[in-house]
């Protein structure tokens, strides 16, 4: 598409003349065509370059936008994968409190039972109640 001439001075219409100069329709200054070419194809250069700058900022921009993005993305899996460690080895440490309080009841029960055991005919319960009481005192000195 052909640029439309435009007046240095006035921002007028350039109207061609015979003679190959150009005349501006607003305040009437001559232009010799050799000038007017100049400028076209300076102003043609111009807006290239201005073009290809633009383009190049961009083009800039994006990559750094998207390198950011793979950091985010990176920072944000390694947080999710400490959250979940985290979290595992809190379950794991509820666990193991829970099964110690239970074997610590456990084994409370067992020697309240123990006590209260007086017949003649409970030696052998007594047997089982005091070997495992025995094991509930062997997996409670276990370390975790």
């Known amino acids: 598409m052909a ?17 190959g100069s150009f005349e501006c329709d607003g305040c009437g200054r001559v232009y010799p065509a050799g000038q007017v ?4 194809y300076t102003r043609q250069e111009r807006k ?6 633009v383009k190049e900022r961009h083009e800039l921009r994006r990559a750094e936008w998207e390198s950011r993005k793979e950091e ?16 595992a080895k809190a379950r794991a440490l509820e666990e193991r409190l ?6 610590t009841e456990e084994k409370n029960a067992l020697q309240t039972e123990l006590a209260r055991s007086r017949s003649l005919f409970t030696g052998k319960h007594k047997k089982e109640l005091e070997a495992r ?7 409670l000195k276990k370390p975790d």
């Open 3 to 19: 640029e439309k001439r435009q007046c240095e001075s006035c921002g007028g219409k350039l109207v061609s003349r015979p003679d």
């Open 37 to 40: 070419k100049a400028a076209e």
């Open 48 to 53: 290239a370059a201005l073009e290809h700058a």
């Open 72 to 87: 985010v993305v990176r920072k944000a899996a390694a947080e999710r994968t400490e959250r979940e460690q985290k979290a």
């Open 98 to 103: 829970q099964k110690r309080e239970k074997l």
């Open 133 to 139: 009481i025995a094991d509930i005192e062997a997996e």
